[in-house]
Nanobody, 122 residues
Framework: QVQFVESGGGLVQPGGSLRLSCAAS????????MGWFRQAPGKEREFVAA????????DYADSVKGRFTISRDNAKNTAYLQMNSLKPVDTAVYYC???????????????WGQGTQVTVSS
């Protein structure tokens, strides 16, 4: 099973920036689209962003469009989420996962990692 380890979360003030990293297991990382998700307390996990295996196609939730940028470095088996202009509503545990393509990224097939906590507060 493909597994992931998220890191880079922390406490940041509104308007600040944070870069999350997702280290994936296995040498087949580059064959899959990658997606970022988040879950706030008492809420369902929601889709945030996705990127195709080659990086040429991306998709973002409306709530983060223009503020977040997803990227990947296949040589390092790592995906990233650059988060700018952070808002308190972005506060959540952030997870990453994999899917065959961007279109199906909302239903990933990998195991869920521990996630990384992002807290946006003054």
């Amino acid at each position: 099973q493909v597994q992931f380890v998220e890191s880079g979360g922390g406490l940041v003030q509104p308007g600040g920036s944070l870069r999350l990293s997702c280290a994936a297991s296995g040498r087949t990382f580059s064959s899959y689209a990658m997606g970022w998700f988040r879950q706030a307390p008492g809420k369902e996990r929601e889709f945030v962003a996705a990127i195709s295996w080659g990086g040429g196609t991306t998709d973002y939730a409306d709530s983060v469009k223009g503020r977040f940028t997803i990227s990947r470095d296949n040589a390092k088996n790592t995906a990233y989420l650059q988060m700018n202009s952070l808002k308190p509503v972005d506060t959540a545990v952030y997870y990453c996962n994999a899917a065959p393509n961007v279109a199906t990224a909302r239903t990933p097939f990998g195991s869920w990692g521990q996630g990384t906590q992002v807290t946006v507060s003054s």
